[in-house]
């Protein structure tokens, strides 16, 4: 070729615009290149509405760790800016009401713990606020920007911090290493649970010593889960409402919403009438109403949540969207106190709902893709959230709340996401179970040839009262699993969440026959499709997605091969799990346990044959290790081909860069050996 068409060809490539160039070289999204997306972490909005910030972390191949920054960017627009660039994992922003300050929480040179620290909105170095050994977690700002509010782990019985950080440096030292527990819980999700209770203290601006808000009060935040959606400051700073387990047993958990005074002092129970969880309390901005979530079956995470109104006026209580099916959280308040918006599961797409005070009505702001995390502020209100579907991680965006038209704000991740191929997602719909309507997910190859066949893969998703929404995932990726050349899908069988109570509630107390019909039928559904070859199927999926992949085991089925992942292999052992002691809704193992056996999948081992890989965290309190050890085990017994990937430092996921690239790796040589990938 000449020298002046190499010129020519040089310039017209320089001229062509960056996006053009990553389209044309567009390469399927992989594990690896998954992990190298920033995290984009939940937004805190400015007072006027104008700017928001937020987290967003980066993961490192060598270290194998995680690291946070903070950003800011115009919520009208433009290039998000650094806020603070230390090295380690600044998270939970929160911004002063005089718009002054953000606070947030980070473990900064010696910290042995997290710790407060602000940083000016103007940027610069970022001062440390407080020195609480036991450290600090779910920062909120005081109405006169002049104290914070945050929640830390202590010895009641001690309330001197020298004492407490002498107890725990001697904990720390010593060779005795024997815990003791008179109640439950003992142990969630991947740690054991101490004797320190969870408290609520604040701190002053410049520093100092801590006050203790819920110390003297009587209660105490849940020692299982606590965060900034555990508790609210009223609009005058005289009051702080916050979530509390009124079952001292430890083994019939019955959240309720108490108030105490700010200053501290005994609390009161704002719903002890209702003896389900009430949670999520959030003040309205004119100091009028308190919402909260409540739910009226005790022992039933999937039960919907209503949104309450409580007049603090005079006490009384009404719902919010009271003939709607559907479970409200993470709600908010617009800065007119006339409405609340929230982000609901509804259909398997998670959208901006307002709710109007006055009418008690709701209506919902958008239509495609899901949203989280809301944040509102300013007049005219500004709404930010973060966006995700199958086709695009956690994004920062500002929301229209007049006609929920989007506008992207984070760009961390837009360079890497014009250079990805992603494939083909579809909702479909089909007959499942008992002739009901069943929602699923469809997610194609890149480049997929609808002339030529393909193997499916399956996937089995957790709870079981969690549907899949259209969002994104770092575990259990579809996209990966489709760019390996398998068509994949999420199917929300009955007991998924977003479909109204009774089609969440219907698999209870019998957690197999529904979701196990749904799945065969999903099978079915497949292999009347030209583009399915029925000779390359497997099904996996991890927790309940675990389990049920155990019942198919026992069963008949059409898989070639199956992935149990945390699987609940055995219902008996699962008294070993961190909810083990929580009393049952509709009975004990020893009340009926002809059903209880029938109900678990080991029932059924003598009919296990499909090649099974089995995968476990060792760490795993929710579905302990033994479950997987089991399986594997008996698998092995019985001859049936089988494959035990362990995980000593993981828990019920694998949240690990290195781990998760193995675990992706193992789940596509697993699939290749028994139904190789790509279109034939």
Not at 51 to 71: I, M, P, S
Not at 283 to 299: E, V, W
Request: hydrophobic share 35%; proline share 6%.
């Amino acid at each position: 070729m000449s020298s002046p068409m190499i010129r020519l060809l040089a310039a017209v490539v320089a001229a062509m615009p960056a996006a053009a160039l990553a389209q044309s070289a567009q390469a399927p999204l992989t594990a690896e290149t998954m992990w190298q997306l920033k995290r984009i972490g939940t937004p805190a909005i400015s007072p006027d509405g104008k700017h928001a910030v937020y987290a967003v972390t980066r993961f490192d191949a060598e270290n194998d760790k995680g690291d946070a920054d903070l950003f800011m960017v115009a919520t009208g627009g433009g290039k998000p800016q650094r806020l603070t660039s230390m090295k380690g994992n600044e998270s939970e922003p929160a911004w002063s009401p005089d718009g002054r300050w953000i606070a947030f929480t980070a473990r900064r040179g010696d910290d042995k713990q997290s710790q407060l620290y602000v940083i000016g909105t103007g940027g610069g170095e970022a001062i440390r606020v407080s020195d609480v050994p036991t450290g600090v977690s779910a920062p909120r700002w005081f109405p006169d920007s002049r104290r914070i509010a945050f929640i830390t782990e202590v010895w009641p019985e001690i309330t001197d911090w020298a004492k407490t950080k002498e107890k725990l440096t001697a904990r720390e030292e010593s060779k005795m290493t024997a815990m003791a527990w008179d109640r439950p819980p003992v142990t969630h999700w991947d740690h054991f649970i101490e004797d320190r209770i969870p408290h609520l203290y604040s701190i002053p601006l410049e520093g100092g010593t801590p006050t203790a808000i819920t110390l003297r009060s009587g209660r105490f935040l849940p020692q299982r889960e606590n965060g900034a959606d555990s508790y609210d400051i009223s609009p005058d700073g005289q009051e702080v409402a916050f979530v509390s387990n009124t079952d001292l047993a430890g083994n019939n958990e019955n959240l309720d919403v108490y108030a105490v005074a700010a200053s501290g002092g005994e609390a009161r129970n704002l719903t002890a009438d209702n003896l389900a969880s009430d949670e999520e309390p959030r003040y309205s901005p004119n100091g009028r109403h308190l919402a909260y979530t409540k739910q009226t079956i005790r022992g039933f995470y999937g039960d919907t949540k209503q949104l309450i109104l409580l007049d603090r006026k005079d006490g009384s209580q009404r719902r919010l969207a009271a003939d709607w099916d559907r479970s409200i959280s993470g709600m908010i308040w617009a800065p007119d106190s006339k409405s609340l918006y929230a982000p609901i599961d509804d259909a398997a797409t998670q959208r901006v709902h307002r709710f109007d005070v006055a009418k008690g009505t709701q209506h919902a702001v958008t239509a495609n893709s899901s949203y989280s995390s809301l944040a509102v502020a300013g007049k005219p209100a500004t709404l930010v959230a973060i966006r995700q579907s199958f086709t695009e991680p956690p994004t920062l965006v500002a929301v229209s709340t007049k006609n929920g038209a989007a506008t992207k704000l984070s760009d961390q991740n837009d360079t890497q996401l014009a250079a990805t191929a992603f494939g083909k997602v579809e909702s479909a719909t089909y007959k499942g179970s008992g002739g009901a309507d069943i929602q699923m997910w469809v997610i194609y190859p890149p480049g997929f040839d609808p002339a030529k066949k393909y193997p499916l893969y399956l996937l089995l998703h957790g709870g079981p009262h969690n549907g899949i929404t259209d969002s994104w995932t770092f575990r259990w990726n579809a996209q990966v699993f489709a760019s390996w050349g398998y068509v994949t899908a999420w199917h929300n069988f009955h007991g998924s969440s977003g479909f109204g109570q009774a089609f969440t509630d219907s698999i209870n107390p019998d957690g197999i026959t529904k979701p196990y019909e749904d799945t065969i039928k999903a099978a079915e559904w497949f292999a009347a499709k030209p583009w399915i070859d029925t000779s390359r199927m497997a099904a996996g999926g991890g927790s309940y997605g675990g389990f049920l992949a155990a019942v198919l085991l026992g069963r008949e089925h059409p898989f070639q091969t199956l992935i149990a992942h945390a699987a609940v292999y055995n219902n008996y052992t699962m008294y070993g799990g961190d909810y083990g002691a929580e009393k049952n809704r509709f009975f004990e193992a020893w009340e009926r346990p002809e059903e209880w056996a029938r109900y678990s999948p080991h029932s059924n081992a003598g009919n296990f044959k499909t090649p099974t890989l089995v995968i476990h965290g060792q760490l795993d309190q929710r579905v302990p290790f033994n479950n997987g050890m089991e399986l594997f085990h008996i698998l092995q017994n019985r001859g049936v081909p089988s494959r035990l990937v362990y995980y000593p430092d993981e828990n019920h996921w694998i949240l690990k860069r290195q781990n998760s690239l193995f675990w992706y790796d193992e789940t596509r040589n697993w699939l290749a050996r028994y139904l190789p990938a790509g279109g034939r």
